[in-house]
């Protein structure tokens, strides 16, 4: 009798909560690549990146008697290295008042956009815009998490991925005139 995904998925967690190296190894395979994909985004440095998933790892697999399955272990992980990232990349976000922004038409990108030019455009935001854009419309936080994680007022969080919307159609729009 085959296991279940949620079943194979608790037995995975069991054995990495004896210490069982072959269980931590088949865990941080099934999620190092993603997990590498998130904080990359974050930290704008390969480098970086590398050293952000080995220390969520260390955390992930020191702290997973903690995990309680009140989300995904997925989710649980995504957080713990979207923390360090953070940490990590130690972003400062300007402050500024949500009323100051003039709200416009929403952004709008050319048909003709690739993946590719997007992701470049996104990595050369300032890091705090990049951050607050990466966690809300590519990771889906909303914005009182992404107030929680950063530290920072949910209008901070509001005004930041407003700018970063501006800023990002403004480079867009200059690669295609």
Not at 116 to 138: C, D, N, S
Request: charged share 25%.
């Amino acid at each position: 009798m085959s296991l279940t995904s949620d079943e194979a998925e608790n037995e995975l967690i069991a054995q990495c909560r004896k210490g069982d190296r072959a269980a931590q190894k088949k865990l941080y395979d099934q999620y190092k690549k993603a997990m590498f994909t998130k904080a990359f985004r974050i930290v704008n440095n390969m480098d970086h990146a590398h050293d952000v998933l080995q220390e969520a790892f260390l955390e992930v697999f020191k702290d997973i008697g903690q995990f309680r399955g009140n989300s995904t272990l997925g989710a649980w992980i995504k957080t713990i290295v979207i923390r360090k990232a953070l940490r990590k990349q130690r972003i400062e976000i300007k402050y500024e008042s949500i009323h100051e922004i003039q709200h416009g038409e929403p952004a709008e990108w050319p048909d003709t956009l690739s993946g590719e030019q997007l992701h470049k455009a996104i990595q050369a935001l300032p890091a705090g815009y990049r951050a607050v854009f990466t966690l809300i419309e590519i990771e889906g936080y909303s914005h009182k998490e992404v107030s929680t994680l950063l530290h920072i007022s949910e209008g901070t969080s509001k005004s930041q991925l407003y700018h970063s919307k501006k800023m990002l159609q403004k480079m867009l729009k200059s690669i295609y005139q």
